[in-house]
């Protein structure tokens, strides 16, 4: 029997070596089946990239989700109004020895205009009804013109005028009042300085140039109304030892 077998074990060794592979080979599909390629790098960044856009999205919900709006929290508003007044202008911020300066500049330029024009009242070239004329071509209204020599010191005649036309032109009228008259003072001083405006960006209704003896005011009607100028100036004693209306 032996003698036998070990004739055909030739014949049964191809046969014993393919039963391993016969029996593996139904093993191998399920367990594709099971797991396709679970562990390839290629199918998990397939996978990760098709779920990326699903994610950003998601992700973005959540971003806007965590945006508060102030709106929804009117008690947790912080109020700063009250670090810098509204009433406040770059002006005030400027430092004292800065205005200091341009006070002390702005008193040498009128000190120039007052002595000028002062010797140009004197000697007739320049005169209160030369101003009434100039600022009547300019269109303003109500122009009336107040000697108040012998009731202040610092002036000696007071031009008022009002317009309805607004701060806007209030201060084109007074740009143009200040350069004719420097333009003609001109020829007597060639350093003299542009006469002072006040008022010119404070939309108050009321400006006003200093030519030293004699200061022009430019009004609004209702403003013009609620200050009084003229009835103020005609009420002061032509006695400074005599006491103001209202303080007797």
């Not at 060794?13 to 089946?33: A, D, M, W, Y």
């Not at 911020?93 to 008193?107: G, I, T």
């Not at 003299?192 to 006003?208: A, C």
Request: aromatic share 6%.
């Amino acid at each position: 029997m032996i003698p036998r077998l070990r004739q055909l074990k030739p014949l049964l060794t191809p046969v014993l070596k393919q039963r391993p592979i016969l029996r593996t080979r139904p093993v191998l599909p399920c367990v594709l089946l099971q797991r396709p390629f679970s562990h390839s790098p290629f199918l998990q960044y397939s996978t990760t990239s098709s779920n990326g856009s699903d994610d950003d999205k998601n992700d973005n919900q959540d971003s806007e989700d965590d945006i508060l709006d102030p709106s929804d929290y009117p008690e947790e508003a912080i109020d700063t109004e009250w670090f810098v007044d509204n009433e406040y202008s770059s002006e005030d911020f400027v430092p004292l020895w800065q205005r200091q300066a341009d006070a002390q500049q702005h008193l040498q330029d009128r000190q120039a205009i007052q002595d000028l024009t002062a010797q140009l009242l004197a000697d007739g070239t320049l005169t209160p009804e030369m101003l009434r004329a100039l600022l009547e071509q300019a269109k303003m209204d109500n122009v009336l013109v107040m000697d108040v020599r012998e009731k202040c010191d610092w002036t000696d005649y007071m031009i008022i005028a009002d317009s309805v036309k607004g701060d806007k032109f209030l201060s084109s009228v007074a740009e143009h009042v200040g350069s004719t008259i420097r333009k003609a003072l001109l020829n007597h001083a060639s350093d003299l300085p542009m006469p002072h405006i006040e008022g010119r960006h404070d939309q108050s209704g009321w400006l006003l140039i200093d030519l030293g003896r004699c200061v022009i005011h430019l009004f609004t009607p209702e403003i013009r109304e609620r200050y009084d100028l003229e009835g103020l100036w005609k009420s002061v004693p032509l006695d400074p030892s005599l006491p103001m209306p209202g303080q007797e």
